[in-house]
């Protein structure tokens, strides 16, 4: 039965795929929809097994292994399922956020050509993400790792026919590749040590790993633990748009939008967070990949959240947002707080499909306009859409009693009692990022639904090519009205989701021993979740607490600056721009990473490699060595020509010479 | 039943029959007779493999007979699990690549591929050295003929260079041959494999095999002939002489349990050579704008990989080469395919002057995607479990060695993705890819078997495996005793 919750997934994408475009459209999203119910319907039952079902059993795991993939002699490698606390907590989250995905797809894709095709992707994205997530063994979640990177891939470049959109489906995938290369050399580390992939051994074993040491050259030596956790984490930083690895991730915002909710937000960017949870009996023998995973989560927290400032885009805010927060994510695994970054990612994947989906409503409802700047006065028209960003907007910014709070306050509670290096700038760092976080999400929220409507003055060059582009032109000067059922009721669920998940789960999940063996961490060296559980006194005093300290103040402030620039005094936000001009040039293009690897990497790789041809293909290969060899050939042959004179005074000559060489030598003997 | 000699003779008669049949009657009864002899071919493999003893590392289906007593040399076959793969999958890509002939193909290059696709049964179920020898030389002959009149323009210039090249290298193993026969007074490549020889011998001796064998593979520096072969060569001619592995073969049935030592110092300098194939190659095929010479340099590289994983003297690495012997074989059929049905329809497959076709043959699109995911090495596809196991294997050797040859997996990504990027996506610029038809039910027929294949293996390689586990592991056992 668990091997049915992929495989529904599975099979109702190879119908799409296959017969979507020969069976009437309903046909593909209602099979869709229905594998992907009923697998949320079979993951909840699950998760209701590892809570009520098992403790009163004493079970804490359960390992169904499928088949042998291969057999290597020394080790099997083989293909199952681990459902324990943590994977029944993400197959529900995936399958949750994929089946209300599924559905306000209906919606949103409603006129695309490429309807059936859309449906297949998701639903092998949907299978592809429970396989990483149930996998047992790191091969599997490998396949699930480049499973979801493939879907990813397919749906970024969705609208082929744009150039922007491949190249970013390709730049996508690349970036992801250079995490894996980190990933599989940690993968790599650790079979070579242990001679084995399957979690369970790993685990079991990783004592064994203590004190061995691996060279990087000969002669210079690290610590295989250390080495080993870093390469995953590199794996975490490009599937988890970390810092340097992120750029993908904003220009992922060319796919269609509700993949940018359920792909490029909710599930597969957090599969690094995920993977570095699932592996925390391996993370926590090393303070130096702790150290350096709290250090570029925090970077990545308040960089994007600067970045997340000045998007005029409102999918492109909002991914700035989900970067910053999966910087977050990362701070609380350095800090050893696995519970918390698993938390945080489940109520962001609620509140963050939800303003992805919110965004897209609008997108619709403006026929494929995305500038902030076009927009403005929408809550009368949209109400739904309007009610439930907010609510999503409030979680996102951490106001108690939404989700956000919860599971964001002790991120930041976490960083400040770790004790490896960096937290003390990771503390601060999230922090000021509260209150940035206020500022983007409210700057947007006020741009898009507040203050005066600014949509009539779109111009019709503006619109994007796309397949609406007809039914733009059409509608277009109607005002924008509230979105279909199909779209509106996700954002709902959604909504209700963000707002109670905090309140209904903290206690359990991340104060209670909800995970219990899945999660492993080394509290006496890494002490910041037990310093939070001895200062937890409960739901009540944790949201009174939350007054005295600064994370709520500075939410507040930055949602009265978000408010005060934008509402109060547009023109002095304008001012501030213009005054720091060069900061701002900075945020507007990113901290010149996109350029540095435009210019450097790209263009240094393509110049290497045509270099290469010239100098090893064209001048080695082809001109020393073929054409060399063909002269040097011709020469020796021009040479000898000349032996070959035709006389035979030469010869004879040749001859007597050579007999009396031969007779010098034999008589010496 | 003789089914080695049948397997072997089978294509080889048949072949000559078809070339004497060209002429007749507009070449359909030699154009029926080649089909009808690959499909036989086909199955009579599929009777080796299902009767092959997995568990068994000996040799089986042995045939025995004395043919010059004066020298030793025996007529005698036998295959073990290093080369049974490998007869399964000449006969998949000889079917293929014969059954993928259009109807106004001529007699004479059908007969070609024929009897090419029964000699390389032959060298990979050759057991007597000289006759292994016979029959590595003589692949080159059908070859040299089918690119050298029926391949592209440069053909006269790339068939030089490959019949050169080739038969240089193989010059040396001949005479390593004769020496290994002078000491030992046997041409029995198994009765080698216990020969004791002096390091300084085995140096030498490597050297011999290595010219020959790096040849053929290739491997760099040695590699010159390869891509313009592949280009200039006609489609089926080019998939059968970069799927055919003999090269790399090679490496497992003789220089490595012969000269085991001598591998072993050497090792280093090898191990060095592949991983610059790998990166060296995989950026000069960034560079490419020609289609079937970018799969070309995209092949070679995969070739490294194989040849580090020879040289890691570790079982997961020699597993992972040998697999992605296999998978690179059906992966490079396949785009090969893929770059003809390009070719035939645009007369070109410049990847700058061609985008978008997408647009016009989704199904080509949607194959070609499968098959650069399957090049990329994508779990789920036979590309991936080789380049895993070899680079799991790289890493245990050396951390150094691990991190250069992961490099793969981006580069490999770079290329392939970008091709895809250039050729399948975008809007149409070119005026004749709008009028391209898709493929036709044949062609589809065919590379929808190839992609079952790479996704069938990519799920379960075990199958694989585990009929060449047993002979894999006596190799290793073989190649840790030494000889001195």
């Known amino acids: 039965m668990l091997a049915l919750i992929p495989l529904l997934p599975l099979f109702a994408a190879l119908f799409a795929g296959f ?89 949103y894709m409603k006129d695309d050509p490429g309807y059936a095709r859309f449906f297949s992707y998701i639903a092998f994205f949907t299978f592809s993400m429970l396989m990483l997530v ?26 082929y026919t744009r150039p922007s959109a491949t190249k970013a489906g390709m730049k996508a995938f690349l970036m992801n590749r250079v995490g894996d290369f980190g990933f599989i050399v940690g993968i790599g580390l650790l079979f070579a040590a242990l001679g084995t992939l399957n979690f369970g051994e790993i685990f079991a074993r ?84 702790l150290s350096f995973m709290i250090i570029i989560g925090a970077t990545t927290a308040i960089s994007m959240a600067l970045l997340g400032l000045v998007q005029n885009d409102i999918k492109r805010v909002v991914a700035y947002s989900t970067l910053s927060q999966l910087g977050y994510m990362t701070v609380a695994l350095g800090a050893s707080a696995y519970s918390a970054a698993i938390f945080h990612l489940m109520t962001h994947a609620f509140f963050k499909a939800l303003l992805f989906l919110a965004a897209g409503s609008v997108i619709i ?161 890494h002490p910041a979740m037990a310093v939070l559980h001895a200062e937890w006194r409960g739901i009540i005093s944790y949201l009174l607490h939350a007054f005295l300290t600064p994370p709520l103040w500075l939410a507040l402030a930055g949602i009265a600056t978000a408010w005060y620039f934008t509402l109060v005094a547009p023109k002095a936000a304008g001012r501030l721009t213009h005054g720091l001009g060069a900061v701002f040039g900075v945020f507007k293009n990113h901290f010149y990473i996109d350029a540095f690897y435009e210019r450097v990497m790209v263009r240094g790789t393509h110049s290497a490699a045509s270099w290469f041809v010239r100098g090893g293909e064209r001048f080695w290969s082809e001109g020393v060595l073929v054409q060399g060899t063909a002269r040097l050939v011709h020469w020796g042959a021009q040479s000898l020509r000349y032996l070959q004179t035709g006389y035979l005074y030469h010869y004879a000559f040749a001859m007597v010479l050579g007999l009396l060489v031969l007779i010098t030598l034999w008589g010496r003997n | 039943m003789p089914v080695l000699s049948l397997l072997i003779w089978l294509p080889i008669i048949a072949g000559v029959a078809v070339l004497l049949l060209q002429r007749v009657d507009g070449g359909r009864p030699s154009r029926w007779l080649a089909n009808a002899t690959a499909w036989l071919a086909f199955f009579i493999a599929a009777y080796v493999l299902c009767r092959f003893q997995s568990a068994s590392a000996a040799m089986q289906f042995s045939e025995r007979a004395m043919w010059i007593p004066y020298f030793g040399i025996e007529y005698s076959l036998g295959i073990d699990g290093l080369s049974v793969l490998f007869i ?66 440069q053909r006269k210039y790339a068939t030089t260079k490959f019949f050169l090249y080739t038969l240089f290298g193989s010059l040396f193993m001949l005479l390593a041959l004769f020496y290994l026969y002078g000491v030992s007074q046997t041409f029995s490549m198994q009765a080698w494999h216990h020969l004791p020889l002096s390091l300084y011998m085995q140096l030498i001796l490597f050297g011999a095999f290595f010219m020959a064998f790096a040849v053929k593979t290739p491997m760099w520096p040695l590699h010159a002939w390869a891509p313009d072969a592949y280009v200039e060569a006609p489609t089926g001619a080019a998939i059968m002489l970069a799927s055919t592995k003999i090269g790399a073969y090679g490496f497992l049935r003789l220089l490595l349990p012969i000269v085991p030592d001598a591998a072993q110092v050497l090792a280093p300098w090898m191990i060095a050579l592949s991983l610059l194939a790998v990166i060296y190659f995989g950026f000069v095929a960034l560079a490419q704008t020609d289609l079937k010479r970018l799969i070309a340099y995209s092949s070679v590289a995969h070739m490294g990989l194989v040849t580090l994983g020879f040289f890691l003297f570790n079982a997961v690495a020699l597993k992972g080469a040998v697999l992605l012997m296999v ?34 043959m989704p199904w080509l699109a949607t194959l070609l995607v499968f098959f650069a995911m399957a090049n990329i090495g994508l779990p789920g596809t036979s590309g991936f479990v080789g380049e895993f196991l ?95």
């Open chain 2, 88 to 153: 399964g999958m000449n006969a998949l890509i000889t079917l293929l690549v014969i059954a993928a002939q259009k109807a106004d193909s001529k007699g004479s290059y059908l007969a070609a591929l024929l009897i090419t696709s029964g000699l390389t049964y032959g060298a990979f179920s050759a057991r007597d050295a000289v006759l292994f020898y016979i029959f590595f030389e003589a692949m080159l002959i059908p070859m040299y003929l089918a690119i050298g009149v029926f391949g592209g323009p």
């Open chain 1, 365 to 525: 409802a403006l026929h494929h306009e995305q500038d902030l700047r076009k927009m403005g006065g929408l809550r009368h028209r949209m109400p739904i859409t309007y009610w439930t960003a907010l609510i999503g907007a409030w979680a996102l910014v951490g106001l108690p009693p939404f989700s956000g709070f919860f599971s964001k306050e002790p991120i930041i509670e976490a960083a400040r009692f770790a004790e490896v290096a960096g937290h003390t700038y990771a503390y601060w760092a999230l922090t000021l990022g509260v209150f940035l976080t206020a500022c983007y999400t409210f700057r947007m929220i006020f741009l898009a639904f507040h203050g005066e409507p600014r949509y009539g003055e779109t111009s019709h060059g503006s619109h994007k090519s796309h397949k609406a582009h007809k039914a733009a032109h059409k509608e277009h000067h109607e005002q924008p009205k509230e979105s279909p059922w199909v779209v509106t009721v996700p954002l709902i669920v959604l909504a209700v989701c963000s707002v109670f998940a905090g309140i209904l789960f903290v206690q359990p999940v991340l104060f209670g021993d909800y995970f219990g063996a899945a999660i492993r961490g080394d509290y006496v060296a």
């Open chain 1, 19 to 107: 017969f979507g475009r020969r069976v009437p459209r309903g046909w593909s999203h209602w099979v869709c929809c229905a594998a992907v119910g009923i697998s949320f319907v079979l993951s909840a039952y699950a998760l209701y097994k590892v809570v009520f079902l098992w403790p009163a059993l004493g079970i804490q795991a359960e390992v169904v292994t499928l088949y042998t993939w291969l057999d290597l002699g020394s080790t099997k490698l083989t293909i199952g399922f681990l459902i324990d606390p943590l994977s029944a907590l993400m197959m529900v989250v995936v399958t949750l956020v994929s089946f209300l995905v599924h559905v306000y797809t209906i919606g």
């Open chain 2, 327 to 360: 998978s690179n074989a059906l992966v490079v059929a396949a785009l090969f395919f893929c770059a003809d049905a390009l070719k035939t329809r645009m007369g070109d497959c410049r990847l700058n002057d061609c985008g978008g076709i997408v647009n016009a």
């Open chain 1, 206 to 289: 990783v004592d064994e790993l203590k004190g061995l040491e691996v060279s990087l050259w000969p002669g210079l030596e690290w610590s295989l633990l250390t080495v080993a956790c870093i390469g995953l984490f590199v794996g975490a930083m490009g599937k988890s748009a970390q810092v340097p690895l992120h750029t993908w991730l904003p220009d992922s915002m060319e796919g269609p939008t509700p993949i940018s909710a359920l792909i490029h937000a909710a599930t597969m960017v957090t599969a690094g967070i995920f993977m570095v949870a699932r592996m925390s009996p391996v993370f926590e023998g090393s303070d130096a990949a």
């Open chain 1, 134 to 159: 149930m996998s047992d063994n790191f091969l599997q979640m490998f396949f699930g790792w480049e499973g979801v990177g493939l879907a990813s891939y397919l749906l970024i470049g969705f609208w």
């Open chain 2, 390 to 484: 070899v680079i799991l294997g790289a890493v245990g050797y050396q951390l150094g060695v691990g991190l250069l040859a992961a490099t793969v997996v981006v580069v490999g990504a770079a290329y392939t993705l970008w091709m895809v990027r250039r050729l399948v996506f975008g809007p149409v610029t070119h005026p004749s890819v709008s009028a391209l038809t898709d493929l036709g039910m044949r062609e589809r027929l065919l590379l929808s078997v190839l992609a079952a294949a790479m996704l069938g293996f990519g799920l379960w390689p075990q199958v694989l495996l585990g009929m060449a586990d047993a002979s894999i592991t006596q190799l290793l056992a073989h190649m840790a005793l030494s000889k001195l």
